[in-house]
């Protein structure tokens, strides 16, 4: 399968290139390719924009790191520590509705009752547990 990737600065410009069809092909469901848990068909630009997350959200927690060090006033701590929070759940937002749009969707309009029952019961679980 030939991939017709644009390089793009994330968001809404990557939704809309997929709406256009220029990543159609991009995102392969990993349920398809037999690899078991590990997520072989991220979408690149998806995958590139977490990345990208994770790298700015490691510095704030080595500026977190260093502000503890100074011992800087408790509350900036906590306002930083609440960013931290938040980019990280923007990173798990973006993956679940990767999970949602490709493995989700496709167990539950499977002709398979038992794999949509069991997707059902993961994403319950990862909403109750992870996503509050």
Do not use: F, W
Request: aromatic share 2%; with cysteine; hydrophobic share 40%.
């Amino acid at each position: 399968m030939k991939l017709k990737v644009a390089r793009l600065s994330g968001g809404r410009e990557a939704q809309e290139k997929v709406r256009q069809g220029v990543l159609a092909d991009a995102a392969v469901c990993a349920c398809e390719t037999g690899a078991g848990r590990k997520a072989a068909g991220v979408d690149p630009l998806l995958k590139e924009s977490n990345r990208n997350r994770l790298r700015r959200i490691e510095g704030q927690v080595r500026g977190l790191q260093k502000m503890v060090e100074e011992d800087r006033y408790c509350a900036d701590v906590i306002v930083q520590i609440a960013a931290v929070q938040e980019a990280l759940r923007g990173v798990a937002r973006n993956l679940m509705k990767n999970h949602l749009h490709h493995c989700a969707a496709k167990a539950i309009t499977g002709r398979k009752p038992q794999e949509a029952a069991e997707m059902y019961d993961e994403l319950l679980e990862l909403i109750y547990t992870h996503l509050r």
